[in-house]
């Protein structure tokens, strides 16, 4: 099983960037798909960006394209989501996880097809 840490939140203002990075242990981190999710205050967890274990797809939540990026770097065994032109809205606690399933990813994959899951970084975004 993949075991991943999450890095790179923090408090920013509306229009700021920030990457978020998530570090995968283990030699089986390129088998799997990988994807950002996030929950805010009193909300469920929402699924954000996704990417497929060779970086050939990608799939973003309508709110976030055009401003955030998933991608991975399989030789350091790590995932990033850049976030540009961050908005109060974007405020949650975001989460990495790595399919449940090797070389598998659909563009209607849900939280649950995630098996693996880090322990969540904070992102805050004022106005």
């Known amino acids: 099983q993949v075991q991943l840490v999450e890095s790179g939140g923090g408090s920013v203002q509306a229009g700021d960037s920030l990457r978020l990075s998530c570090a995968a242990s283990?030699?089986?981190?390129?088998?799997?798909?990988m994807g950002w999710f996030r929950q805010a205050p009193g909300k469920e967890r929402e699924f954000v960006a996704s990417?497929?274990?060779?970086?050939?797809?990608?799939y973003y939540t309508d709110s976030v394209k055009g401003r955030f990026t998933i991608s991975r770097d399989n030789a350091k065994n790590t995932g990033y989501l850049q976030m540009n032109n961050l908005k109060p809205e974007d405020t949650a606690v975001y989460y990495c996880?790595?399919?449940?399933?090797?070389?598998?990813?659909?563009?209607?994959?849900?939280?649950?097809?995630?098996?693996?899951w880090g322990q969540g970084t904070k992102v805050t975004v004022s106005s």
């Open positions: 283990g030699r089986t981190f390129s088998r799997y798909s």
């Open positions: 996880a790595t399919h449940r399933l090797t070389y598998y990813l659909s563009s209607r994959d849900s939280g649950e097809n995630f098996g693996s």
């Open positions: 990417i497929s274990w060779s970086s050939s797809a990608e």
